[in-house]
Nanobody
Framework: QVHPVESGGGLVQAGGSLRLSCAVSGNIFRANDMGWYRQAPGKQRLLVAWIRRGGSTNYVESVKGRFAITRDNAKNTLYLQMNSLKPDDTAVYYC???????????WGPGTRVTVSS
């Protein structure tokens, strides 16, 4: 597996929840800080949550208190629990190692999240 593979997206009403998963190559996952990014229609892809190799987490202000990023190093899988979803959360969500963010060929297909009002 070369690229991350994201899953778990879908259509949800505002206020609902989704849990995204991302399978990552073990060589990349275990050794690096990982992040969830999203790209809304017509906008740039932006980092929204990241988790250090040691487990500490950070969030952008717009998702703080609603999203939770976790990692399972035994399964080489990254998760994003999204609660209290808002229409502004509508986007394609991607995961990647932070150090690969500038490498165009490193991205997976993403998973689409649509939040209806």
């Amino acid at each position: 597996q070369v690229h991350p593979v994201e899953s778990g997206g879908g259509l949800v009403q505002a206020g609902g929840s989704l849990r995204l998963s991302c399978a990552v190559s073990g060589n990349i996952f275990r050794a690096n800080d990982m992040g969830w990014y999203r790209q809304a229609p017509g906008k740039q892809r932006l980092l929204v949550a990241w988790i250090r190799r040691g487990g500490s987490t950070n969030y952008v202000e717009s998702v703080k208190g609603r999203f939770a990023i976790t990692r399972d190093n035994a399964k080489n899988t990254l998760y994003l629990q999204m609660n209290s979803l808002k229409p502004d959360d509508t986007a394609v969500y991607y995961c990647n190692a932070l150090f690969l963010a500038a490498a165009p060929g490193s991205w997976g297909p993403g998973t689409r999240v649509t939040v209806s009002s």
